[in-house]
């Protein structure tokens, strides 16, 4: 049986489960965001093996059944029975917490036993840290740019008086929301240091971060041991030089395959190792200078942007490694 967490609307997920079918893995269960698991029982005796045996969607299964374990994106989810036992808010709040711990204690533990199965991403490293990330990028080899954070403007000011320009961006993850007028969004943008007046005191730290010239951006999807590059001509557009992720969709930068030198493929397999995931985007900045530069890594990738464009037929590559890690 082959385990799937995924998101409802992801492409790559349901293009690598025709891969599975067409090449005749059987037992295939997908868990989308969103929808609830039960749990059965969680059995554990001095005598035994833990016994975990899980429900979704009238399909009952134990954890002995999995033989491989893909965490594409999204989350375990659970419903807490909004039937309470008190006239009092407060009280009911606090219970609500309460059991959302006891079953996030369950949940992790599960989750757990699935990382120890063969299997494709990492369930708990969803979201990378993007300052280690930087840390690590640099001990492996490459040039990071340079990165300021503090929630004080005098410190803010005092660096950015020292750059023509700089880029400011989450420190998480992007920002967005929307509603029928308006759609906010926090991803890269491009500040100069005349034209910005800091506030005394944020309340969250502010990232700035020396602005790259690029001549190309590169995308890299990574698979275990294998790279594939993807060249993203988004300097040529003003709306996309500084992020190429606020295109317009009727303008898309061109994107094309692109062969990284042997240094640079060794650099990246380092990081990620460095990083403990064994699946990943890696965004790089490619200067006029021809120096190849880390950005972030993202560890689940978009993976269909890379696949479609450059003809790489990188689902059909993860379904034929999930059948073979089955059936050693």
Known sequence: MVLIISEKEDITTDRVIDWLCHIGVKGIVRINDGEPIFIEKISLSSYANPIIALSIKDVAFTLDDIKFFWYRRGAINFEINNQYFFDNNLFNNYLTKFLVQEWRRCKDYIISKLEEKPKLGDYFKANTNKIQNLEKAQSVGFKIPETFISQYK???????????????????????????????????????????????????????????????????????????????????????????????????????????????????????????????????????????????????????????????????????????????
């Open 154 to 328: 005098k410190s803010l000011s005092s660096y950015a008086s020292e750059m023509a320009d700089y880029i400011t961006k989450p420190i998480s993850s992007c920002f967005k929301c929307s509603d029928d007028n308006y759609e906010l969004f926090s991803g890269v943008n491009a500040i100069n240091s005349n034209t910005i007046d800091f506030a005394d005191c944020y309340s969250s730290p502010q990232l700035l971060q020396q602005r790259i010239e690029k001549w190309i951006e590169i995308r890299v999807f990574v698979f275990f041991d294998k790279l594939f590059p993807m060249a993203i001509f988004s300097q040529n557009n003003e709306q996309t030089r500084v992020d190429y992720r606020t295109h317009d969709f009727n303008n898309v930068p061109r994107s094309v395959p692109f062969k990284l030198p042997c240094s640079i493929e060794e650099r990246v397999l380092a990081f990620m190792r460095s990083i403990n995931l064994t699946t990943g985007s890696v965004d790089l900045i490619l200067t006029p200078e021809r120096e190849y530069v880390f950005l972030e890594v993202n560890p689940a990738g978009v993976i269909d942007m890379v696949a479609t464009p450059c003809n790489y037929h990188i689902e059909k590559e993860i379904a034929l490694a999930i059948k073979r890690l089955i059936n050693e």
